[in-house]
């Protein structure tokens, strides 16, 4: 019996075998293009002949598909596949061709007057790292390309999920002798997502969380002398909030959405997506190729996300028409001027330092003071956390 494990949710099944990987995926009724097959610790192909006591992993990310068994670049064995780009690699090409969408998407972003630089290699680059496989591989990416770049990790209080994911980002920077800030929200502003949603009664978790996040990126960036956050946003991710801002016709965040976001004011940081031009399928697959160990479960919290609904709907147009998640995004991108004509973005609202903490905002008091303040007047303040302005002073790096 060949046994598959199969994630999200986790479980066992047992297979009648010898048989290939393609029948296998057909009998447990997976849609290949949504799943990564790995045996032995290597990614297979639908062709890959399976004997009858293998065991395999089932892992599932969205988007993507099937054919073409050869690297395109040097016709050996190819162990993955992508219909978008009509070619499949070898491992050593693959990590090639993942660092060139990273390379184009750094040197030549669209939506950004006249393609300007992401940022060069004198620029000191903090990239906000979660555990999950997008940030963790393009920390890895920019640390093989040369760049300047320190990793960030927040504690968000998620219990069991929070604790995993920062011993995951913990020991990737121990491996690469790279630097990781750790942050943790409930030692330093005195609440956490979990006890923070639960007073913040005007946001979603979700909302308290993602405000949390970009809050503390820009502050501990402002802080310790950075010139850029980078995030592990990818092409999934942009194309499914895009599909979310059409559907509401929120034209302000259309305006708002692309790959480099400048800094408009004192105390704050460009913000950048280096793999806006890749998937999520293709960051977990360049994940396993080079050994990164990621967090694979979803974070528990996330039930109900109208984003995760969104990106479902176009995996099923990706897979109907290979490409189309791309085009959906990229055409956008290309057409950006539009939305900024339309809102006047360029010369956008006054940005002014908060009363509070004297980061940037548009009106007195951020929206982050501003939320922690209606959550410190419901819960106990907890021990350490200074009721005056927050400063990431509980920051436990781990140095190389
Ligand atoms: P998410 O908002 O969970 O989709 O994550 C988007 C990006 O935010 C990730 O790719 C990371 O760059 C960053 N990020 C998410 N969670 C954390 C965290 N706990 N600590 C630091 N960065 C994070
Ligand atoms: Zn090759
Ligand atoms: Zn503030």
Known sequence: MVRVRLRNPDRVEQVEGPLDVGELLDRLDVNPTTVLVICDGNLVTASHDLPADAEVEIRPVISGGAD?????????????????????????????????QVRKAIDHPQATPARERMFGYADRLLVAVSGGKDSLALWDILLDLGYRVDGLYIGLGIGGYSRRS?????????????????????????????????VATN???????????????????????????VTGHNLDDEAATLLGNLLRWHEDFLARQRPVLPATGANQ??????????????????????????????????DGNTGHEHKEILSALERAAPGAKAQFLFGFLDRHERF?????????????????????????????????????????????????????????????
């Open 269 to 302: 940081v460009r913000k950048c997506k280096p793999l806006y031009r890749l998937s999520e399928r293709e960051m977990a697959a360049y994940c396993v190729i080079r050994g990164i160990d990621y967090v694979v479960e979803e974070c528990p919290l996330v």
């Open 340 to 400: 900024t004509e339309a809102e006047g973005a360029d010369d956008g609202p006054t940005v002014v330092a908060c009363g509070r903490c004297g980061m940037p905002t548009v009106g007195e008091v951020c929206a982050f003071c501003r939320q922690r303040e209606r959550i410190l007047a419901v819960l106990p303040v907890t021990a350490g956390a200074a009721p005056a302005p927050p400063s990431p002073a509980t920051d436990r790096n781990v140095a190389p």
């Open 203 to 229: 946001r979603s978790t979700c909302g308290v969380c993602g405000l949390s996040k970009r809050y503390v990126f820009n502050q501990v960036a402002v802080e310790r002398g950075y010139d850029v956050v």
């Open 68 to 100: 073409g068994p050869s690297c395109a670049v040097c016709r050996a064995p190819a162990v993955i596949e992508e219909p978008r780009h009509r070619a499949a690699w070898c491992p050593v090409h693959y990590v090639d061709h993942v660092q060139n």
């Open 166 to 198: 920062q011993e995951i980002c913990e020991a990737f920077a121990q491996q690469r002798g790279a630097h990781l800030h750790v942050v943790d929200l409930a030692e330093t502003y005195g609440f956490s997502t979990v006890t923070g949603s639960q």
